[in-house]
């Protein structure tokens, strides 16, 4: 069987470890995270591993994973080059949605064979990971002996992988930050405004899960542009300009967020 060493190992890391595992594809080998006891608990959630404090501790593996914020990963790629030869060179990947294969460049100009692999997922928890991931879409880009070893690594846990062009990773990855990581920011912002009027806490969140729910439903049904309403999609210019202002006064960033989506809806609502 295979092994794989984790560098890494949060919410991300600790999913598709325990993914890997269950699946009995691939011996989960070394892990190496910030804290001790972070690596500790991994391997717990994991259910295999073996924690270790330094990266010189970490014997030779197959398949390389850094699971480590998108800030570290250079430097941890440096690191494991500077630790060759006593590290023969394999397969290494990162995880991160926005920055290429070419962030592990220090490993490839040591003969590694590099890429990345952004799971389309919010891993919120590795618990509500796990029972989400079946079916999340996987991009995939590097060099060819290592997307060759990882389509079928991440097919086997249910991945569908796509292939992306190291260019165009960090407008892909902004679409997801617009599909999914603004809305916990948009809904937070709409119930403080709502607070702020006097609407009763109850009634708020009411309003978020309904207002919500019936958006998805209703995306999901007639598509974007047929599921826009608001004064911006009925061309209210004079509504949105004092709505802007108001909501200026309230937040300037908030206002600057209102007029910049009320351009985007006006030219969808235009587009329709
Ligand atoms: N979260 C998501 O929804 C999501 C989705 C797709 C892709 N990604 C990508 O997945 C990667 C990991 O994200 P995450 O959300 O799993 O992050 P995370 O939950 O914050 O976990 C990061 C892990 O890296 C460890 N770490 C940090 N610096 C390190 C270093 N210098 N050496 C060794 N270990 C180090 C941390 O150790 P400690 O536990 O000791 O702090 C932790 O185990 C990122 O590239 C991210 O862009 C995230």
Redesign the pocket.
């Known amino acids: 069987m295979k092994s794989l060493n984790i560098?890494?190992?949060?919410?991300?890391?600790r999913t598709l470890a325990r993914l890997w595992h269950d699946q009995g594809s691939y011996h989960i080998q070394d892990v190496?995270?910030?804290?001790a006891s972070?690596a500790a608990d991994a391997i717990a959630f994991i259910g295999a591993g073996r924690a270790v404090t330094q990266l010189s501790d970490m014997c030779t593996a197959d398949v390389w994973m850094l699971?480590?914020?998108?800030r570290?990963?250079a430097q941890?790629a440096a690191d494991l080059a500077n630790i060759a030869p006593a590290q023969p060179s394999g397969i290494v990947f990162?995880?991160?949605?926005a920055l290429a294969s070419t962030e592990l460049s220090a490993l490839q100009s040591s003969d590694w064979q590099v890429a990345s692999a952004?799971?389309l997922?919010?891993?919120a928890s590795p618990e509500s990971a796990l029972a989400q991931f079946a079916g999340t879409p996987c991009a995939l880009e590097g060099d060819p002996a290592a997307l060759n070893e990882l389509e079928p690594l991440f097919a086997q846990i249910g991945a569908n992988c796509f292939p992306l062009l190291a260019e165009n990773k960090l407008l892909y990855h902004a679409g997801a930050v617009f599909a999914t990581n603004f809305l916990p920011v948009l809904q937070a912002v709409a119930n403080q405004l709502w607070t702020t009027s006097g609407v009763p806490a109850d009634v708020a969140a009411h309003l978020n899960a309904t207002l919500l729910k019936n958006a998805v439903n209703n995306i999901q049904t007639l598509g974007p542009a047929g599921a826009l309403t608001g004064p911006a999609a009925r061309g209210d210019v004079a509504l949105v300009q004092r709505q802007g202002d108001a909501v200026t006064a309230w937040n300037a960033n908030a206002g600057e967020a209102y007029r910049a989506l009320s351009q985007l809806a006006a030219k969808l609502s235009a587009s329709s």
């Open positions: 560098i890494g190992c949060g919410r991300v890391g190496l995270t910030h804290s972070s699971a480590v914020p998108d570290h990963i941890v990162h995880c991160s949605g952004h799971c997922l919010s891993f």
